[in-house]
C-alpha cells in the first residue's frame, strides 16, 4: 500500500519543570531528522530519581534509542542492549530509565515504542485516537517481565500526540483533590477540553498548559521531573526572510518578483536589501532613527513586511538566541527578538540570501564575531532544521 506525501507539517514542542533545588532536569529530550529517508525520530527518557545521577542515566537512554532507532535497530534488541549499557548502582541494584520514542516517516506513519513512561495521548481533532497496542518482550533472561508497548498509525492533519513523564501524571499526589496523583486519564480531559476550546492551539501552548496545570496540582512546588511533549500534525505557515544584495545587480528584479508573490509574512535584514526592495516593488522605506537601547540599529517600516532591519549584526544576534533557546527562554523585544518569534511561529521558511560583500563590514575595527552573511545564515539554517524541525528552503543569490 502506498501513500501520498502528507499536506501537513509536523510542530514539535517539549517543555520541562524540574523540582526547586535541582540543577538537571532527570528527563531528558532527544530528536534527529534523517533527511534522506524524510523521518523523524523522537526520545523522551525518565531517569530513576533526581538530579545528576537521573539526568546521566536518561540522556544514555535517550542517546542510545535515538541512534538504534535511525539504523532500523529491532525495538526489543535495542532495549536489550540499552538495559545493558545502564551501569550499576554501589548497592548492585539495577539503574533505571523509562523512555517514550516516537517515529514519523516520511509518508506519516507514526510508530509509538513505550517502555514503562505514561501512555501517549493521540487525539485526532478533540476525539481520542486509540490504535491497537502490541507487546514485544525486551530480549535477554535478565528482562524478564520488560515489556515494550508498540502503537501504529497514520496521522492526518490536525491530529496530537502528547508524551508525557510521571512527573505530570503523579503530579498533585497527597492532595485533597487528588489523592492519588493526576493521573493519565485526568490529564487526557484537560487535554481534550484545551484543544476542544482553542481548535488550533500550538504545541508550544498546549505542552505548556499541561506543564503549568502538573505545576499549580502541586502547589508550585514540583516534587518530580516534569515533562510535557506535543506533536501537532496541522496546515504548514510560511514565512520569508530576506538579508543581503543579490551578488549580480541583474537578479534585484528577479528577486522582488520572488518577493512580490510570495504569499506570508515577510522581514527585511539589511539596509541595502531594504533599499533595492523598495525600488524594485515601488514602494516607500521610511527610516526610524531611534536606538531601542538593544546594541542593534533602529529599525525601518516598508509596506507589507512585518520587520525592516540591520542586516549582519540582527543576524548575529538571531543566531545566538536560537542557539540558546530553550523552553524556559523569555524573549525580549528587539528586532532579533522579534524576528526569532516569527521563525519559531511559522514552519516552512524560505530565505534569500543575497551574497553581494558589503564593503561597510571589511573594516579591521568591526567586532571580530562580525561574519560573513553566508557562514551566519547557514547556522541559522541548521539550528532551524535540527533543534526546531522547521523546512528551510534556502536560496542564495
Not at 502528507?6 to 519543570?17: A, G, L, S
Not at 530553550?326 to 530565505?351: C, K, Q, Y
Request: aromatic share 8%; net charge negative.
Amino acid at each position: 500500500m502506498t501513500s501520498s506525501r502528507p499536506d501537513y507539517h509536523v510542530e514539535i514542542d517539549v517543555q520541562q519543570k524540574k523540582p526547586k533545588g535541582q540543577v538537571a532536569c532527570g528527563d531528558v529530550f532527544h530528536s534527529i531528522i534523517i533527511k534522506e529517508e524524510g523521518r523523524k525520530v523522537i526520545v523522551m527518557s525518565d531517569g530513576i530519581g533526581h538530579g545528576i545521577k537521573a539526568n546521566v542515566l536518561a540522556t544514555l537512554t535517550a542517546s542510545m534509542a535515538l541512534n538504534y532507532s535511525s539504523f532500523h535497530t529491532k525495538p526489543e534488541i535495542a532495549a536489550r542492549i540499552i538495559m545493558r549499557a545502564l551501569p550499576k548502582s554501589s548497592d548492585g541494584e539495577e539503574n533505571y530509565a523509562t523512555f517514550t520514542l516516537i517515529e514519523i516517516d516520511a509518508e506519516g506513519r507514526v510508530r509509538i515504542i513505550n517502555y514503562d513512561n505514561p501512555r501517549t495521548i493521540i487525539l485526532r481533532g478533540n476525539n481520542i485516537l486509540d490504535p491497537a497496542e502490541y507487546q514485544v518482550e525486551i530480549q535477554g533472561i535478565e528482562n524478564a517481565g520488560k515489556i515494550l508497548r508498540i502503537r501504529e498509525f497514520f496521522a492526518r492533519k490536525e491530529d496530537r500526540m502528547v508524551f508525557l513523564s510521571d512527573g505530570v501524571t503523579q503530579s498533585g499526589l497527597g492532595s485533597t483533590r487528588f489523592p492519588m496523583g493526576w493521573g493519565r486519564d485526568k490529564v487526557e480531559e484537560f487535554t481534550i477540553a484545551q484543544v476542544s476550546r482553542m481548535p488550533d492551539i500550538s504545541a508550544t501552548r498546549l505542552a505548556r498548559k499541561i506543564i503549568n496545570q502538573a505545576s499549580l496540582n502541586d502547589g508550585f512546588d514540583l516534587k518530580d521531573d516534569t515533562t510535557c511533549g506535543v506533536i501537532y500534525f496541522r496546515k504548514p505557515r510560511e514565512f520569508l526572510l530576506i538579508t543581503g544584495p543579490p551578488f549580480y545587480k541583474i537578479k534585484d528584479y528577479d528577486v522582488g518578483e520572488q518577493i512580490r508573490n510570495f504569499n506570508g509574512k515577510k522581514v527585511i535584514c539589511g539596509g541595502t536589501t531594504a533599499e533595492i526592495i523598495a525600488r524594485e516593488l515601488d514602494l516607500k522605506l521610511e527610516t526610524e532613527h531611534e536606538f531601542a537601547g538593544s546594541g542593534l540599529p533602529p529599525t525601518a517600516r516598508l509596506e507589507g513586511f512585518e520587520l525592516v532591519t540591520e542586516g549582519i549584526l540582527t543576524m548575529g544576534k538571531v543566531e545566538e538566541i536560537l542557539e540558546n533557546y530553550t523552553s524556559e527562554t523569555r524573549m525580549g523585544d528587539t528586532p532579533a527578538d522579534e524576528i526569532v518569534n516569527l521563525l519559531l511561529e511559522h514552519d516552512i521558511i524560505h530565505i534569500i540570501v543575497g551574497t553581494r560583500i558589503n564593503w561597510a563590514h571589511q573594516d579591521p575595527d568591526q567586532p571580530v564575531e562580525l561574519e560573513i552573511r553566508k557562514v551566519v545564515l547557514k547556522r541559522i539554517i541548521k539550528l532551524l532544521e535540527e533543534k526546531f524541525f522547521k523546512e528551510v528552503l534556502a536560496d542564495f543569490v
